[in-house]
């Protein structure tokens, strides 16, 4: 019986078990024997694995998390690792591995590739930092959990008149931050992606809006944001020239947990099922991908290589309106 392997590597996101079920039901439907390979490429490299069936993934559709376990595996990375995972591929005759990740794991899944061992890479990062896509499985998840907290966070920045500065997760990528802080109606939004200016885009624009008579404040902050100290330091700042008091609040590993949303289910849900599609067909060393809301598969190299764009006309906008 042919052998199929679905790992999830890097960070969780919501939205990985939609996708890892719709690998197993698809590749069991397709007659291959589908092994669940546990905690990224560490159980890849040593051989955690372990055989799936169409009722190994009931009830996971709606679970955060990944019931594969993630792992960030610095072995993997170097030559003996490699040559570790590919001893074991050829032992239990692997005709392709589905990679549920982000851009890391793919690279991992392009080194398998190179090495004969057929990958197909399916996002799965709160970030949306691939290139390639539109949309990674979690992001949309993610940006909802960060709209819900920083929701709660006005109903007390506003009974007290403060400033809540809040830094959102996206590692060097402001999508989360810029969606969110949009939805959230931030007053400022700091992207690594725009060069900081903190007293124009933050100092003035609050001066500005305090005398128009708003007296409680968003300032939605991504990880990333390089030169303006922690949000701490930022709330201090903002309290000393402005007078408003404030506080900081870092949102953390709350964004990467909870029941994915529709969009990230259905996503997932497709890509998964084109994934084991294209091993089947023979095909390997492809990216899952949706473009204009298509899902589309893309080179990984090609893919790796795609760079990464913001729409700085939603930016603009989001400061426009946010006066
Ligand atoms: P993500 O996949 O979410 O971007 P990481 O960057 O941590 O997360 O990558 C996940 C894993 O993928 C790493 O722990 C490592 O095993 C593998 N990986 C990352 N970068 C590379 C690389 N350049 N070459 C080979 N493998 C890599
Ligand atoms: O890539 C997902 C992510 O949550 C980033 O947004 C964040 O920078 C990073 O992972 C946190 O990693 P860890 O879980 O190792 O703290």
Redesign the pocket.
């Known amino acids: 019986m042919k052998t199929i392997g679905v790992l999830t590597?890097?960070?969780d996101a919501p939205g990985m078990n939609a996708a890892i079920r719709a690998v197993v039901r698809a590749g069991c439907e397709s007659g291959f024997r589908v092994m669940g390979i546990r905690r990224?490429?560490?159980g890849l490299m040593y051989g955690d694995m372990y055989e799936m069936n169409l009722r190994s993934v009931s009830n996971i559709i709606n679970r955060g998390g990944t019931v594969l376990y993630s792992?960030?595996?610095?072995?993997?990375?170097t030559e003996e690792?490699?040559q570790k995972a590919i001893k074991v591929c050829k032992e239990v005759d692997m005709e392709g591995v589905v990679v549920i990740?982000?851009?890391?794991?793919?690279?991992?899944a392009?080194?398998l590739s190179l090495h004969g061992i057929p990958c197909v890479g399916v996002p799965?990062?709160i970030?949306n930092d691939i290139a390639c896509t539109d949309y990674t499985i979690g992001y949309d998840t993610s940006m909802n959990t960060v709209m819900e907290m920083v929701d709660r966070l006005r109903d007390t920045s506003e009974s007290h008149d403060r400033c809540s500065v809040v830094e959102v997760m996206g590692?060097k990528a402001g999508y989360i931050a810029l969606n969110a802080g949009i939805a959230c109606g931030a007053t400022s939004i700091l992207i690594p992606e725009i060069a900081v200016d903190f007293e124009k885009d933050v100092i003035d624009r609050m001066r500005r809006t305090q005398k128009t008579g708003k007296r409680h404040f968003i300032i939605v902050v991504a990880e990333g944001v390089e030169g303006v100290g922690s949000v701490e330091e930022m709330a201090k700042r903002i309290q000393e020239e402005t007078g408003v008091e404030s506080r900081a609040t870092v949102l953390g590993h709350v964004q990467r947990g909870g029941s994915p949303t529709v969009r990230d289910r259905v996503l997932a849900s497709e890509m998964g099922y084109k994934a084991v599609q294209l091993i089947k067909a023979g095909i390997g060393n492809r990216v899952m991908a949706i473009h204009k809301e298509e899902v589309v598969d893309y080179d990984i190299f090609e893919a790796l290589n795609m760079q990464n764009e913001i729409d700085l006309n939603l930016y603009k906008i989001a400061h426009e309106i946010s006066i």
């Open positions: 590597s890097g960070g990224g490429y560490n792992a960030r595996s610095p072995e993997f990375k690792g490699l990740g982000g851009d890391g794991s793919f690279r991992g392009r080194d799965g990062t970030d590692r």
